[in-house]
């Protein structure tokens, strides 16, 4: 837990070789411009310092726009610049040689890189990536965010009762099932939960009844490409169970 403080001024975004004593970071600090191809006097560069030597090194003096984000691994230092127009990941060795273009985005600039087990993951865009260091290749992390908030559903629909095309009431009178637009709920008629109990979004039901034990739903589906009776979880939780098939004739609420 002991902290030492590294005599630079000015550094920031360090990253540690293997030894412990060299460290390379990026000088000025970041300044919130994110003008495409900066070339400004507050650009960073990368830096190396080793303790014991008597000044950093700066290694990306080569170019005059912005180059920053150092992570050392295995011997080379990867880091984020926009030498091609785009910032994106690239890597040199220890001296600032031998300088290549690891990944190849255009238009949305690499932002926020973190480099751990020879993995570099980053932001691009909207979207996260993860790069594999020894092979070169960077890949879409597909992260999938579900939400049952109603603003973001694809369609708001502000007057649902003007789509209700049955409604009935439970046998002790507490709740009411719904049907509307193809899709089964159940409403508290006074405190309670709101339930979604059809879960099968490319099925049409129709004309749900509360069953007498009040658990379940008697609805008409049109899962098989004809109208079904089945019977519908009232609280939503488990699948349909089918009670009729192979219909020849049309169907409808008793």
Same mark, same amino acid.
């Given at each position: 837990? !002991? ?42 560069? &990368?830096? +190396? *310092? !080793? ?13 005059? %726009? ?8 295995? %011997? ?42 020879? +993995?570099?993951?980053?932001? /691009?865009?909207?979207? $996260?990536?993860? $790069? ?12 999938? #965010? ?17 789509? $209700?095309? /049955? ?5 002790? %009178? ?10 089964? @709920? ?7 939960? @709101? ?14 009844? *509360?069953?007498?034990?009040? +658990?379940?739903?008697?609805? #008409?589906?049109?899962? !098989?490409?004809? #109208?079904?009776?089945?019977? &519908? ?13 192979? %219909?020849?004739? #049309?169907?409808?609420?008793?």
């Amino acid at each position: 837990g !002991t902290r030492t403080q590294v005599p630079l001024a000015g550094a920031s975004e360090a990253s540690y070789d293997a030894s412990g004593r060299t460290v390379y970071f990026a000088r000025p600090g970041f300044h919130g411009n994110v003008t495409k191809k900066y070339t400004g006097g507050t650009a960073r560069d &990368v830096w +190396k *310092f !080793t303790t014991g030597t008597p000044e950093a090194i700066e290694l990306t003096g080569d170019y005059n %726009g912005e180059s920053h984000s150092p992570m050392w691994h295995n %011997g080379r230092v990867y880091f984020v610049s926009d030498r091609d127009g785009t910032m994106n990941v690239w890597s040199m060795a220890e001296d600032g040689t031998d300088k290549k273009q690891v990944t190849r985005h255009s238009g949305w600039d690499v932002r926020d890189p973190a480099l751990a087990d020879g +993995k570099i993951v980053y932001q /691009s865009g909207a979207d $996260l990536w993860l $790069l594999d260091v020894a092979s070169g290749q960077a890949k879409e992390i597909p992260i999938t #965010l579900a939400s049952d908030l109603d603003q973001l559903r694809e369609n708001w629909v502000s007057d649902p009762m003007t789509y $209700l095309s /049955s409604a009935h009431l439970s046998t002790d %009178g507490d709740r009411v099932a719904l049907t509307a637009r193809g899709r089964v @709920f159940v409403a508290p008629v006074k405190g309670g939960r @709101f339930v979604r109990a059809s879960r099968k979004d490319s099925v049409r039901y129709r004309d749900a009844v *509360f069953m007498p034990d009040g +658990k379940s739903l008697l609805a #008409l589906s049109d899962e !098989t490409g004809e #109208l079904e009776f089945v019977r &519908v979880p009232a609280n939503g939780v488990g699948n349909d169970d089918a009670l009729t098939k192979n %219909g020849s004739i #049309l169907r409808y609420r008793a």
